[in-house]
């Protein structure tokens, strides 16, 4: 079987893509797969050197305007499978998953709806609450749309402070704040209008941060992360040391199972496929919030899928091979 592994791309996140990328791609070749890299945020024009897709040589040749060109080519034309290790915009908001659909051409994980819906978290949170799971208030702000003395005076009233900032369609924790005051709000919203016009204010859950790993409609063992900042953030998730991991998680068995249930309602909710990963924040009171889905979840050394799946009796080949399997 052929397969090419998409690496990199043109969102915030290329950086950890091309940390995915290398371990997919080193996986299936340990498997025996005739295995190439594709970096859609270069259009047709490829590395010739595999050292080259991960050493940002060609960083500042990365366009969004390049996938179409990249997916038109012949880069995919005597392939079976794309695995898609793409994180963030244009590798898990359905975009290039369309491409794909219109070409015929199969990918690992969801598909466009489930990938458009999971990467916009305030259409998740909606059908989180219509399947009935529990998710933490919140609100969406737009700048050229919504006044701010309005949302002030939402979050004073509902939201509650501290609350949470952050962009409505990014990953990897990437412009979010946690606002004290009133007076961390305005720079807030322009950290995460950075990256993009809509903007989610949520409440913050203090608490414990807890995961679900789903492959092929299985939970995975719970995962329970101990930052060593107060949230779960972009430094403590990419560095060495900046976290622990307990899995599987030391909670009650019932509590487990809940969660777990939780966790596939909100996985079908949003129509997702072959696997990924669901987060939760965890109170006092052992209330569990789910946070979002991620329908492409990180597969570096830090990563947690595969640890929850090392837990479940995986090794990092063995699910990796599941999941090509499973999507072909």
């Not at 397969?3 to 791609?25: F, N, Q, T, W």
């Not at 609450?129 to 208030?137: E, F």
């Not at 305005?186 to 950075?194: E, N, Q, S, W, Y």
Request: charged content about 25%; aromatic content about 8%; glycine content about 8%.
């Amino acid at each position: 079987m052929k397969i090419a592994v998409l690496v990199g791309g043109a969102s915030p996140e290329r950086e950890v893509s091309c940390e995915s990328g290398k371990a997919v791609y080193n996986a299936l070749v340990e498997l025996g797969y005739d295995t190439r890299l594709v970096d859609p945020g270069l259009g047709k024009r490829q590395p010739e050197k595999i050292g080259d897709f991960f050493n940002g040589t060609y960083s500042d040749k990365v366009c969004a305007g390049g996938y179409l060109s990249c997916v038109e080519s012949d880069l995919f034309d005597d392939v079976d499978l794309v695995f898609n290790a793409l994180h963030g915009e244009w590798g898990e908001d359905g975009r290039i998953q369309a491409l794909f659909d219109l070409k015929g051409i199969k990918y690992t994980g969801a598909g466009v709806m489930a990938s458009s819906i999971a990467m916009d978290k305030n259409v998740s949170k909606i059908l989180f609450k219509h399947v009935g799971v529990n998710t933490a208030r919140w609100t969406i702000f737009e700048q050229d749309k919504n006044n701010i003395n309005v949302l002030l005076n939402t979050i004073e009233s509902w939201i509650k402070y501290p609350c949470i900032i952050k962009p409505n369609n990014q990953g990897s924790t990437i412009g979010l704040s946690i606002c004290e005051k009133s007076e961390d709000v305005a720079h807030a919203l322009f950290t995460a209008g950075k990256y993009s016009d809509s903007v989610m204010i949520e409440e913050f859950i203090e608490g414990r941060e807890i995961e679900v790993g789903i492959i092929n409609g299985k939970p995975l063992p719970l995962i329970e992360i101990k930052p060593k900042h107060r949230i779960y953030d972009y430094e403590c998730k990419y560095t060495d040391g900046m976290s622990e991991y307990e899995v599987p998680a030391k909670l009650p068995e019932e509590l487990t199972e809940h969660i777990q249930e939780q966790a596939l309602k909100a996985y079908h909710a949003v129509e997702c496929k072959n696997y990924g990963r669901v987060d939760f924040k965890l109170n006092a009171q052992n209330e569990a919030f789910c946070l979002e889905v991620n329908t492409l979840p990180g597969l570096t050394n830090h990563s947690l899928l595969p640890k929850m799946a090392k837990a479940a009796g995986y090794s990092f080949n063995e699910m990796i091979n599941t999941i090509v399997r499973n999507s072909i």
